[in-house]
C-alpha cells in the first residue's frame, strides 16, 4: 500500500537500480537537478499492479535549472557522461532554463517550476538525492491522483484550451492504460 510521500520515497530506496540512477546523476553535481515525470510514475503504477517485472522506460528524465548555460550540446555531454557510468540506461537529460523556448512557455523560474507545467499530476513528480545523500521528492500538484492511479491534466494545462489539445492527443498516444489496467 502507497499512502504518502514517506511510502514513494521507501519504495524508491528499496530499489537498487533506481538509487544506482539518482546515485550516477547526483555525481554531475548539477544545479537544481531532479529525475522526474516516468521515473517516479511508473515505479508506483507497477507496484500498484504488483508487476513482478519493471515497466521499461522510454527514457530517463533528467532536468536541471541553469540559466548560464543554455547550449543544448552541454545536455548532450551530460547524456554522454550518464551512459559511460550506466550505460543501460536511456537517458534524457534537459535543462529547464531553456526548454521554455522549445515548448512555447514563458520562462521557468526553476525545475520544480517546469514539472509544475508537466501535462498531468501524476507524472509532476520529481525525486534527487540531496547534499546529505537523503531522498527528497517534489510534487507541486501532490501524490494523490499518482497514489490513487487517476490522470488528469496539471492546472497548468486544464487552464488553457490549446494545451488541453495537447493533453488529450498525450493521453491517446501514451496508452497507459493498457500497461496499467487500474490507471484512469
Known sequence: MIRNEGDIL???????EMMAV????KQLQLPDWWICAGFVRSKVWDTLHHFQERTQLPDVDVIYYDNQQLNENIEKQYEKK????????PWSVKNEARMHSVNSLPPYRSSEDAI?????????IGVKLDSENQLVITAPWGIEDLIH?????????AASRERMQLYESRMISKGW?????FVQ
Open 10 to 16: 521507501q519504495l524508491i530506496r528499496d530499489d537498487e
Open 22 to 25: 539518482l546515485k550516477a546523476v
Open 82 to 89: 550518464l551512459h559511460k557510468i550506466l550505460p543501460h540506461i
Open 116 to 124: 509544475a507545467k508537466f501535462p498531468e499530476t501524476a507524472t509532476a
Open 149 to 157: 492511479l487517476r490522470i488528469k491534466p496539471t492546472p497548468f494545462f
Open 177 to 181: 492504460n493498457k500497461r496499467w489496467h
